[in-house]
């Protein structure tokens, strides 16, 4: 490419994929590591040029793993061996966030200079001006917003360890952020023309807006002498209602909210051969929150600690319901299931799921709520210098009473969303990978068009009245 430094490019996915991409028998997929295309995708990069794939939804997992390695290579973004020194394996990781598998978008992708970091994520074409301009404007740290409509301000832990641990050197936006030995992805897309702090605007209608957002630490060490090897990470899940003005006049109310880290599917995944290897909780088990009768507020953790030893520091970040609020918060495993490896006696693989029940209604009131694994869990590598992938869902859920006429009936609308972390380690030797069976190709969301959540869907349930 002879551009000049900082430009943007976008690429029509059908112009490059014949010769990254081979399909074989029974929907096999290979992406060739040794591309031409990846090492010019790897150079532009390095270049701090801004790259766009303008694809079909249903490729975005293809191509955030060929943005993500190129991305690696141009870093030379490695796991550390014990002794502090680069390992030969590229560690990638990434979101697969839902979107609409018929509708064209853009996965963006950018290096963060000067620390390293990955911009990553799709985006609709009617969004792709904003984010643009958001990536490559200089740091922007908003305290206030001078509309009365102020949805999360202050309460996505993504954005808050964002703006304290890593806003110093690029503008808040979706990516990879890496910091000594400490690597941190974040799924929110940037679609706003000055705040940030919102998460992913998911669903949005006459009823209100659902944001959620999701983010992971994890750390480039391999901790311990014995295989497996075991980076840490830790995971953190946000969500948030604001509820309309005319939701409100309607009677309506918001229901409950249901957030999940669900290591059970990637470990059935695993047992089933479909991924190589899986992220689970060595424990003491750290799960925040806890379940309580009856809160307002709460606290989330951003930060990652290992045997003592803080390679994030700890921050904590408040979640508070609307005054005169409170909710019911339930902790489960659903199911519960744990497993042992040698060397490791113990691994929680349980899908982790909060219910939080508000119950509480209010013009242009945001109810937010977060959850996280803490502990840290860890990525459990059979051995190095072998390809390993994970992949494990972060699930969420919204319920809301939109209208209620008393002694008559009430509507209902649910939002969820299945979201994806995919975790790679590939070998600098590799030059193939087989994305065949990994969640990075399972891109099994469709989401409404120009949304970022896995489905809707609404009813009505009669309520009348008896009279004696």
């Known amino acids: 490419m002879s551009l000049p430094n900082n430009s943007v490019v976008v ?7 014949s010769s990254i991409i081979s399909s074989g028998p029974l929907g096999r997929i290979t992406v060739n590591l040794t591309s031409p295309v990846i090492h010019d995708l790897a150079i532009a990069i390095a270049r701090n040029d801004i790259i766009g794939i303008y694809a079909n939804g249903s490729d975005e997992g293809v191509i955030e793993f060929v943005l993500a390695y190129s991305w690696a290579v141009a870093t030379s973004h490695k796991l550390l061996l014990n002794i502090n020194e680069p390992s030969n394996d590229y560690l990638l990781a990434y979101p697969i966030i839902p979107v609409s598998r018929h509708e064209p978008v853009v996965i963006v992708v950018r290096w963060v200079k000067p620390w390293g970091g990955l911009i990553i994520g799709p985006v609709y074409l009617s969004q792709l001006t904003t984010v643009m301009v958001n990536m490559m404007r200089p740091t922007t ?52 023309s000055g705040w940030y702090q919102y998460g992913i605007p998911g669903y949005s209608d006459g009823n209100g807006t659902y944001y959620w957002d999701t983010c992971l630490l994890a750390s480039n060490e391999i901790f311990g002498s014995a295989p497996p090897s075991v980076p840490p990470i830790n995971v953190i ?20 909210q249901v957030g999940a880290i669900d290591y059970y599917t990637g470990y059935q995944m695993y047992k089933e051969g479909k991924v190589s290897t899986f992220v689970g909780d060595g424990g003491p088990t750290q799960w925040i929150p806890q379940s309580t009768s009856s809160t307002s507020s709460y606290e989330i953790y951003f930060g990652l600690e290992v045997a003592g030893q803080e390679l994030i520091p700890f921050i904590g970040i408040g979640i508070s319901l609307p005054a005169g609020t409170s909710e019911m918060i339930s902790l489960s495993q ?19 799921t909060w219910t939080f029940s508000v119950g509480a209604s209010g013009s242009y009131a945001t109810f937010p709520n977060a959850f996280e694994d803490i502990s840290p869990a860890s990525i459990y590598l059979p051995s190095l210098s072998t390809e390993s992938y994970a992949a494990f869902p972060v699930d969420f859920e919204n319920n809301a009473v939109t209208s209620w006429v008393y002694c008559a009936h009430f509507t209902y609308q649910t939002i969820w969303v299945n979201a994806w972390w995919v975790i790679d380690v590939v070998p600098s030797s590799s030059s193939t990978v087989d994305l ?14 120009s949304s970022y959540v896995s489905g809707v869907s609404s009813g009505i349930v009669y309520t009348p009245c008896t009279y004696s």
Request: charged share 10%; with cysteine.
């Open 11 to 17: 690429i029509d996915w059908s112009l490059i994929k």
């Open 141 to 192: 740290t908003a305290t206030t917003v001078s509309s009365n409509v102020d949805p999360v301000q202050g309460e996505d832990p993504c954005y808050e360890g964002y703006s304290v641990e890593f806003s110093s050197a690029s503008s808040p936006s979706s990516g990879v952020y890496v910091t000594g030995t400490t690597t941190f992805i974040w799924a929110a897309p940037m679609l706003y």
């Open 237 to 256: 899940g946000y969500e948030a209602y604001l509820e309309s003005p005319t939701m409100y006049d309607n009677g309506g109310l918001e229901g409950y």
């Open 334 to 352: 659903n199911p519960g299931y744990s497993t042992s490896l040698p060397n490791v006696p113990t691994i929680i693989l349980s899908n982790i």
């Open 436 to 449: 065949s069976n990994t969640a990075a190709y399972w891109n099994l969301a469709n989401a409404p068009p």
